[in-house]
């Protein structure tokens, strides 16, 4: 069986074809929102960050439009993308704070409403921070025990 041959350029790019590939907004967050969501389960690494993601899908979109794989109207309407999002933060920010300030939330909550936790993941991860914090505590108290016993020792006692 015979394939039809492509003829390359010395660009390596198939002749007729321009090089150029569009970058939709959503192929970007699907591409951060598919690597975080492994990382969040490697120790609990706290996924789902919109600013953190915000700023790879900007950095993403500088790349792809310095490097003239999207133009200016899709560069555009990523930047339009992320400014609506940061918005849509500053606001749920906002409300979330003055829900905090009346006692109306709880630890999970920041971790549901930010992070897209699930009610359980957010208990969980609360668990593991703290048991995170126990251990750096220990940690802490061990190195200050050692320096009080090697100054007291230091000094002839």
């Known amino acids: 069986m015979s394939y ?7 660009s390596g790019i198939a002749s007729g074809h321009s090089g150029r590939r569009i970058v939709q907004p959503q192929a970007i967050q699907s591409a951060i929102s598919t690597y975080q969501h492994k990382s969040s389960q490697i120790g609990m690494v706290a996924r789902g960050d919109e600013i953190y993601e915000l700023d790879m899908q900007l950095e ?9 794989e999207i133009g200016k109207a899709e560069f555009d309407a990523i930047v339009y993308h992320i400014n609506d999002a940061i918005r849509d933060r500053e ?3 906002a409300d979330y704070c003055v829900r905090e300030q009346a006692g109306q939330t709880r630890p999970v909550d920041w971790y549901k409403e930010f992070y897209g936790y699930t009610e ?3 208990e969980e991860h609360l668990r593991e921070e703290l048991r995170l914090r126990d ?3 220990a940690n802490q108290a061990r190195g200050q025990s ?8 230091g000094r002839g006692h």
């Open 60 to 68: 993403a979109a500088i790349t792809a439009y310095s490097s003239r």
């Open 120 to 122: 359980e993941q957010a």
């Open 135 to 137: 251990i750096r505590n």
């Open 146 to 153: 050692r320096m009080l016993q090697q100054s007291r020792h």
């Open 4 to 10: 039809p041959s492509h003829s390359s350029t010395s």
């Open 91 to 93: 606001r749920r920010y």
